[in-house]
């Protein structure tokens, strides 16, 4: 730990970050430039996140990472021992315990509140991107809120597939201004981004912060005949039976054989520990 | 200047630079995020005439890429030193400043700081306003970061308000007093109290 200045980042890094962060919550949902530094991990990996929770965290948070909602996997695991080092943060896999979260395309299942922080890992930042290539242009689009072309994409999503397929990176608008990209989140968390606790955006590759204040509206675009729908796949948790929660299809074998588990592990492990039991729960448990 | 204010120039900096400005700008954020919230913020002992709050502001975002406009009370060459020492951030006119300290009617005319562009908009000035306190709410604010309204003392609502009416672009401020902050970004809508 004395090896490292606190969080990794020097004092001038976070500075600027932190910079950044103020004026991002200042306009929600803008994306503010920011000099990204190389981490030591792979674009990709989360490295806009990590800035973004290193210029955040202070000694007596605990943190908690999750990737997909999972807090044992590979990206997970690296990225929370890396502040456990680092930092010095104790760290949790339960989200009520967590003051600050970072998380790979996820919004946890629990109802996060004030006291907590949500840093996200943003791949493309910019949601017009995959519509207009140059940043010249995407910067004057947002400039005049001329975000049109984003609802043809929309609908012609719908005239090709009868439905809005568009089904994560659910383009969203916030506080009646900017349309943001929520990161690669299932639709199915989009309305869970009206929330009570903090949302910080990282993109390390792309350079750009972002923010949500708490209560801020965020809007899914849609059309009046075709409104929004935050779905998900139409079964209970085979571990836990929850009904309500996000889940991850596993193929089981080669016979046709699947089951579905919520994505969100501690939500998952919580519930069972409480005593439900989905239709495969008591085998996995044993 | 004596022996006495050069040594204060070298005094009242972070004690551990990390984790104070850690904190502080946990405080800083909350404000930010809360607006109308007051939060308590502490570490940097800047020269006598700014806060704790203030002082602990400038030590946490200032560095030698920010230009800092000074208003006329409170500039002093033991602010202009000690700042210098512990940030290195140029001393720069309003039109010019990322960050711009002092008391409301000595940083007006409000309109001579960058407002942003209509592509960069965060290319704005903070301004840091000491105030007497917040004890005397005469504004109600809605938006983003309140759940449902907040209040606040401001020391001119229409002011705020008609940089509120150029969001995105517009200036941010925090308000500070004693060891305390509050901060009201652009998005805040703010009605007058009758």
């Known amino acids: 730990m004395s090896d490292y200045n606190f969080a990794y980042l020097d004092e001038q890094t976070k500075r600027m970050i932190r910079r950044a962060i103020l004026k991002g919550l200042a306009v929600p949902g803008y994306q503010v430039p920011f000099a990204s530094r190389e981490m030591p991990m792979p674009y990709g990996w989360g490295t806009g996140g990590v800035q973004v929770s290193a210029a955040t965290l202070t000694p007596e948070d605990t943190f908690k990472v999750i990737d997909q909602g999972a807090d044992d996997t590979t990206n997970a695991v690296s990225i929370r021992k890396f502040f456990e080092r680092t930092a010095g943060v104790a760290t949790t896999e339960e989200t009520e315990k967590a003051s600050v979260i970072q998380t790979r395309h996820r919004i946890p299942e629990a109802e996060l509140t004030e006291d907590q922080i949500l840093v996200y890992q943003v791949p493309i930042p910019e949601p017009l991107r995959f519509l207009e290539p140059r940043e010249t242009e995407t910067r004057k689009m947002h400039a005049l809120q001329e975000y049109g072309l984003m609802h043809v994409k929309l609908y012609e999503d ?3 597939h009868g439905a809005i397929a568009t089904s994560y990176a659910y383009p969203v ?12 989140i299932p639709k199915f968390d989009n309305p869970k981004m009206e929330m009570a606790a903090i949302q910080l955006f990282g993109a390390g590759r792309e350079q750009r912060i972002y923010a949500v ?8 675009l849609d059309f009046e005949d075709y409104p929004f729908e935050a779905s998900k796949a139409d079964h209970p948790c085979d571990l836990c039976a929850a009904e309500d929660s996000y889940l991850d299809e596993v193929i089981l074998d ?5 089951m579905f588990v919520c994505s969100d592990t501690d939500y998952c492990r919580s519930r069972r520990e409480a005593g439900h039991v989905g239709r495969l729960g008591e085998e996995a448990a044993a | 200047m004596n022996q006495m204010t050069d040594n204060a120039v070298y ?11 850690a904190h502080a700008f946990r405080a800083a954020m909350n404000a930010m995020a809360r607006p109308g919230m007051v939060q308590e913020i502490t570490g940097a002992t800047p020269p006598e005439g700014i806060s704790l709050a203030a002082g602990s502001l400038l030590l946490t975002l200032c560095d030698p890429e920010t230009g800092v406009f000074l208003a006329p009370d409170v500039d002093s060459d033991a602010l202009r030193g000690w700042l210098t020492f512990h940030t ?6 309003a039109e010019e400043a990322d960050f711009a300290l002092g008391g409301w009617d000595a940083l007006m005319p ?3 700081f960058p407002i942003g562009t209509a592509e960069y908009p965060d290319r704005s000035t903070t301004l840091i306003v000491e105030v007497a306190g917040f004890d005397a709410p005469n504004a109600t604010l809605s938006g983003p970061g309140i759940k449902d309204t907040a209040q606040i003392a401001l020391p001119d609502p229409a002011a705020c308000a008609g940089n509120a009416m150029l969001y995105p672009l517009g200036v941010d401020f925090f308000f500070t007093s004693g060891t305390q902050v509050a901060a009201l970004p652009r998005s805040t809508q703010i009605r007058a109290e009758a």
């Open chain 1, 254 to 258: 080669d016979a046709g054989n699947r």
């Open chain 1, 173 to 184: 608008k916030v506080s009646d201004r900017y349309v943001m990209d929520p990161s690669p």
């Open chain 2, 11 to 21: 005094a009242g900096g972070f004690s551990n630079p990390p984790v104070a400005s």
């Open chain 1, 213 to 220: 204040p708490p209560y801020t509206s965020v809007v899914s």
């Open chain 2, 88 to 93: 290195g951030a140029p001393i720069v006119a």
């Open chain 1, 158 to 160: 719908i005239s090709q």
């Open chain 2, 110 to 112: 409000l309109d001579r």
